[in-house]
DNA sequence: ATAGCTTCTTGACATTTATCAAGGCGCATG
DNA sequence: CATGCGCCTTGATAAATGTCAAGAAGCTAT
């Protein structure tokens, strides 16, 4: 992989990292052992950080931009997940030792940090506070994918964008607008459909009340929005809080 | 829950279950502990075990039998997976103390052993080895459902259902032979797809050499299998020797 | 044995979704 | 400023999938 720049991690975004649920119960001395360890570096957007297949040498965390996880059949693609800050991904590799099942490219100029397997697995045996806030961790992603194959093999199209929609207000602040993250090429993939399927079920929504902007949405009300996904709080997992770094940018 | 029968494990299906990855390497004091907490029941078949929504409070094993977990919609349903013995399913529900995602019920008769939530959390705790192995589990079943994502969205629903019958002809000791576990109908709703369109889709694979008589299937070729299904190791996760028992049961 | 049930299959049809093609719009670049 | 490129939208059409209905095959219970 190119090196497209290695730095130091600021204090900040230590911190950050630091109060990720899989980092916070840690034991400092390690903590910092595997920062010491880590690479942190800037990429530009689409940049191929991660191919499926390869060997999981490092788990990545989000410390900015946006990133995506996708996977590859012959010449097929499918957006399987987007990540924002700060987030940890393909945990699941690392601590199996295997290769990747997913890809992962940048979406937007990110920063990452890169800890070395080797070394996350040799805390997890070191640290058992860290090795039970794995198991928190890895539980947390299974249930999130289960979650996933829910939305994908109950809900339409349509209920399925209303349900994302629905998700990305809260994460924003619940103020009846919101920015989509990813280009809408992405999101389509992301929820099992065609780009053209896309543009219509946003067609559809529009006439309840959801105006469409480029990446920018406005919504009459969030309750149609739950209705017209069928909110269910078995599939819908809404953020206690919004994101920190929506609320930062938009205030 | 009606008590359809508690009673003793076996030695036999005692030893089957220490063999799992999940208790083998536990301490052996400790793995005694957990079944003398346990109930181990008999089921009868279409029994709903547990219900989405529900507190984790066991975590289960089956010993015997098949069972079906599945998720609903309002009035939409859909099959996630089908087990079969030995394995244990909603250990991510149980270690997060959370409700269950998914219900369960029985296919056939059943032979269930069930262990308090509160007994495996602290198993885990006073136990490292079987934190790892609790580890271990749990990335295995993420990556599995990964795959199966992987599945769902990137394969057409014959492509599904051909590998599925060439993972299917692999577990039951790739003889050109194999049965399906479950009826028809389960089976479109896990793959994605309708009982009608199931049908069609047996329909196609019979041009290409695979016989199907009521559940009992002959295939001519399973290489045919793999190129129609596009084979992909990152997808399809075939168990290195067939399920213990088919062989069993079909020698 | 047979009536009644369930499961599965098949055909006709409706709906949904994907594909192909064209054009608009915004943005970066020369 | 003009040009070209990528993204998005829209319409027309094709393909896939779902729905409805009917009937065949197998199983169960009386």
Redesign the interface.
Known sequence: MRDFGRESLRAEDKKRVRELALFRDMDEARFEGLLKAAFFQRFPERVTLIQ??GAADFLHVVIDGTVELF????K?E?T?TVLSPVSTFI???V??D??Y??SARTRTPSQILMIPSQNVRDA??ED?AF??S???E??????G??????N????TGIERLASYLAHQHVRQGASGALSLPIDKKTLASML?MTPENLSRAFAMLRKKGVNVNGPEITIKSSDDLFEIA?F????DNFPAEPLASYVKHHK
Not at 138 to 143: F, G, I, K, Q
Not at 145 to 150: A, E, I, L
Not at 152 to 155: C, F, G, M, N, Y
Not at 232 to 235: E, G, K, Q, V
């Open positions: 499926e297949g996977a590859t059949l012959d097929r499918s399987m945990l699941a590799a601590l199996k295997a290769v099942l997913m997890m045996a058992a090795a039970r794995i198991v928190s890895l539980a947390t992603c299974y249930r994918v289960v979650r996933n194959q829910k994908l093999k109950l809900r099992g069928r269910a709080p078995l599939i």
